[in-house]
Structures are given as C-alpha cells and as structure tokens.
C-alpha cells in the first residue's frame, strides 16, 4: 500500500531564511504527488501538483524518483508562509488521495 | 464559483446515536470525496462518488456510508456512533479531467459523547 512520510511534525524558521519542507512516499509505480496548504482559519487548499512543475507563493517542489521524494522548498520564508503543510500521492488509477500527517510551519519575525 | 458547502458546521451526538453529513460540491464537479481528520491519524480517506457510484472506498468499517444524488450532492452516513467516530469530516470535490484536485469545504466537526 502507498505511504507518505512527513517526518517533521514542526519546523520552524526566520523571515528571510529559506525552508524545506520533507515529504518521502513509498509506492513503485508513477504516482501523482500533491502539496496542501492548512493557513489559520481557512479550508485545506492546493498549494502545487508536481506534475505541472510551477511555483506557487515562491515554493516549489520537485519529484525525486529515485529517492522517492517531494520536498517542498522556498529560498525566502514569510511571515505568511506560517501554516499547516501537507504532502499527499494519487495513484493514477484512482481518485483518492493519500496523505501524510503535516508540518506546521511556523515562521518568527 | 461557490466552493464546497458542507452542512452542519458542528454536531454532538451521544454513542449509539446515527448522524447524516451533507456536502454540495462545486459547480459542475461531479466527484465528492469525503476525508475524515483526527489529531491521531490526520487525514483518512472515506469514499468517492462519482455520477452517484461509489468508485473508491477507504478502510472504514460498514458503519460509514455516503451517496450521491443526481445533482452531484453527497451525503455521509455514520450508524451507531463510537467515541472514537469524533472527528473532522471533510468533503472535497473534484473534475475528472486533466488537471485533477481536490477543493475541500470547511468541515463538518462531529463530537460524540
């Protein structure tokens, strides 16, 4: 069965300085990964599909298949960056996602 | 657009007890999923409706079970509530087509005493 291993429950940096969020899966097909963003007071939201190969908000995110990861990264952290991240893989034959348990970001002025 | 519309916002129900969660998707999206999120086991994946049939389904026992009507609105039901049942229960809609996400709603939190 998939998995998705976020292995920082909290991680916390300055303004300005840059952040990685981890993210390691466990499947040996060709799945699709997903980052979510969790802001305070606000539903769970797409922050970026790895297969479009954008960079929303600053972030980016690159597949590494051979060490089957999908780390989220930003060379600038803010303020507003502060928030609970979550990694999740689809396998192309289906339509549910499988997440990880999240990294809340906090970033300190 | 509307988003995802989840009703009630919160419900308290005693053990024992059955309870019905609503979900209108967005417009045009014809797939609901539903989530449930527990501080324990994060975020736990239910079921998938699409054109009201069941597609997926989680690891749930029977006691959970959801529908899907014509106009792509979802209902969950959860029959004979534990304590353990107490959770966030979100709803999430999706297109089938190429660039595939979920749009989740603001949950429907369940406390069952």
């Known amino acids: 069965a998939q998995r998705v291993t976020q292995p920082e429950k909290l991680l916390s940096v300055f303004k300005g300085a840059p952040v990685e969020l981890k993210c390691n899966y466990s499947?040996?097909?060709?799945?699709?990964l997903f980052w979510y963003v969790q802001y305070s007071r606000q539903r769970l939201q797409l922050l970026l599909r790895h297969i479009s190969r954008e960079s929303i908000k600053g972030f980016t995110a690159d597949l590494n298949k051979g060490e089957t990861s999908f780390h989220l990264k930003k060379p600038f952290a803010q303020e507003e960056d502060s928030a609970m991240y979550y990694c999740a893989l689809r396998l192309m034959s289906n339509y549910k996602l499988t997440f990880g348990k999240g990294t809340l970001l906090t970033v300190n002025p | 657009k509307a988003g995802v519309t989840q009703t009630p916002r919160y419900l308290i129900k005693t053990r024992g007890q059955q309870v019905t969660l609503s979900c209108s998707p967005i417009?045009?999206?014809?797939?609901v999923s539903w989530y449930q999120q527990t501080p324990g086991q994060g975020l736990q994946f239910l079921f998938e409706?699409?054109?009201?049939?069941?597609?997926n389904k989680g690891n749930f026992p029977g006691r959970f079970s959801g529908r899907q009507f014509s106009n792509s609105r979802s209902e969950m039901n959860v029959s004979t509530l534990e304590l353990g049942d107490s959770a966030l229960y979100l709803c999430a809609s999706s297109t089938t087509g190429g660039y595939w996400a979920l749009h989740f709603g603001n949950g429907t939190r369940l406390t069952v005493t």
């Open positions: 409706y699409f054109s009201e049939t069941q597609r």
């Open positions: 417009s045009g999206h014809r797939s």
């Open positions: 499947y040996s097909g060709s799945p699709e």
